[in-house]
């Protein structure tokens, strides 16, 4: 029985099941050996359903696919549906001053299933009698209600797409064009992100060697309980077929931070399930966690087209502590407004090819703020290892990334500082996306001139140690930055990533025209 996939990123997979042969032309890999983890067949509608599958050629080249809900003739559904859908009984009710939670779920005869006394915001589930909206229409009507809303899914872009894993080598990892691509290697001269702590907000964070010494304790948000690791289940738990599809997405994202800010602190906040579904109540729950546990930069690779209140205040208050957010805009390929993205103040991602052309998964529209490589980005594995894939999941790291490098450069920066310095270093790319133009934001990541604007915006360039005085010590610690074998990471002063006789003379040519 051969199966033909015409999923997502147009690579063309054949499966023998009967044989277990696979050929896959987009990755020079024929005669694949092909291995199934969790596969299900479901005639009946003709879907290849499989957590993943691990292709290996003959020159040890190993794909690892997950295939989410593959589709041979139609489409697959879901129990709990699209991101954005409600969650069947489940609202989420802020509560007035002068009422309590215990009264207005008893008046609607639901049960209190999570709470924030802080700031009074509480989950609760009615019976499965009972008829939703007319249930939305009462909590709206009762006077000691604040805000009621339904409870909504909220899934990673990836998720239910087809996903690819590319098992890589860690000098792929290390030295990935995308880094190149988004002057992250530059701006690393500067900065490279310090004891920035950047929350990622996702399916959890695993340990890894990269993360030596930079992986905070978390928190569980699906749980309520301490631990930010990924969590599989063996269960499958939104009903699509798949069992533990999402596991890794959030060590990824975790890696692609590290990459582009590799002295960031990392505080993993698990807020999405093993099947990557999550919900607005835990996401808020998570961003709020995470404001109250020293977060400076907060990434959430997830995304829905129905705006959540109780998201929105969530990022409305991490943005009054000082916190960057950063959200990707989705993987529908379509203009289509995603949140919390389209949220004002969050920085929305949006994914390019290497050829700096748009990606032709990514959404685009009013809620990008600008964008970043999407396509063969190279993260860390739950394994040790280290995975490449596609997704503008991927993208939004490498921003958060170059936020934290900002925040560890300019610590007394304002937020629209930092949001100025990376939208107005952006290269603009209109000309290579001629129908595309207001669509993609600011243009795409330039981690090292946002660096150089930053510089700039910060005082006096020459001031070495930034002390706010312009001192011979300063042109002494340059010269021996420039002469130190290999030349330390300060001795690029033009920031192009190159360390060079023109740095030296640049640097002399600021110092004697002073501050």
């Known amino acids: ?17 009967g044989v ?26 003709g879907v290849v359903r499989a957590r993943r599958l691990h292709l290996r050629g003959g020159g040890g080249a190993s794909l690892g696919l997950s295939l989410g809900a593959c589709v041979v003739i139609s489409a697959a559904s879901t129990v709990l549906g699209q991101s954005g859908t409600p969650v069947p009984h489940q609202f989420v009710v802020r509560v007035g001053s002068s009422a309590t939670i215990e009264t207005i779920a008893a008046g609607i005869g639901a049960t209190i299933q999570r709470r924030d006394d802080v700031s009074r915001a509480y989950l609760v589930e009615t019976g499965e009698a009972s008829n939703d909206d007319e249930t939305e229409v009462e909590l709206s009507g009762d006077g000691g209600v604040d805000g009621a809303e339904r409870n909504r899914v909220i ?22 064009p995308a880094l190149d691509l988004t ?34 304790a978390g928190y569980d948000a699906i749980n309520e309980t301490a631990g930010g690791g990924e969590q599989a289940n063996m269960l499958d738990d939104d009903g699509d077929g798949l069992i533990d599809e999402a596991v890794g997405h959030g060590t990824l994202v975790a890696g692609v931070v590290h990459a582009a800010a ?63 957010v950063v959200a990707a805009v989705g993987n529908g390929g379509v203009n289509e407004a995603a949140f919390p993205a389209d949220n004002g ?10 050829d700096d052309r748009l990606a032709a998964f990514s959404n685009f529209g009013t809620s990008v703020s600008l964008c970043a490589p999407g396509v063969g980005i190279v993260g860390t594995a739950t ?30 920066a304002v937020l629209s500082d930092i949001s100025g310095w990376l939208e107005d270093s952006a290269t603009n790319i209109d000309a290579l996306n001629p129908s595309m133009v207001g669509a993609m934001g600011s243009g795409r990541l330039d981690a090292r001139v946002a660096l150089v604007l930053a510089r700039r915006d910060s005082g006096c360039v020459a001031d070495l140690d930034r002390d706010g005085q312009l001192n011979p010590d300063d042109l002494a610690d340059y010269i021996s930055a420039f002469f130190a074998e290999p030349p330390l990471a300060e001795a690029d002063f033009n920031v192009d990533g190159v360390t060079n006789p023109d740095d030296l003379a640049d640097y002399i040519v600021a110092f004697f025209e002073g501050c």
Not at 195 to 212: E, N, R, Y
Request: with cysteine.
């Open 20 to 45: 277990k042969r696979a050929g896959c032309a987009d990755y020079s890999m024929p005669d694949c050996e092909l291995t199934m983890k969790n596969t299900r067949l479901d005639s009946s509608d």
């Open 262 to 324: 590799p002295g960031a602190m990392l505080l993993p906040v698990r807020v999405l399930n093993s099947d990557g579904v999550g919900t607005s109540f835990s996401v808020a729950t998570g961003i709020r966690w995470a404001i109250a546990n020293g977060a400076q930069v907060i990434n959430l690779s997830l995304s829905t087209p129905i705006e959540s209140g109780i998201m929105a205040d969530a990022v409305r208050e991490a943005r009054a502590a000082g916190i960057v």
């Open 383 to 412: 394994d040790g290892g280290y995975w490449s894939s596609n997704g503008t999941s991927l993208s939004a790291p490498l921003v958060a990334g170059a936020a934290a490098l900002l925040r560890s450069y300019a610590p007394s």
């Open 183 to 216: 002057g992250m290697r530059g701006a690393h001269s500067l900065s490279v992100g310090t004891g920035v702590v950047v929350a990622i907000l996702d399916t959890g964070v695993d340990s890894h060697p990269m993360f030596a010494g930079l992986l905070l």
């Open 155 to 176: 899934l990673p872009p990836e998720s239910h797409t087809q996903s690819f894993f590319l098992n890589v080598i860690e000098p792929d990892y290390v030295n990935q």
């Open 1 to 17: 029985m051969i199966y033909r996939s015409n999923c997502l990123f147009g690579v063309d997979v054949l499966v023998d099941f």
């Open 345 to 354: 103040g969050v920085l929305g991602v949006a994914a390019t090819a290497p």
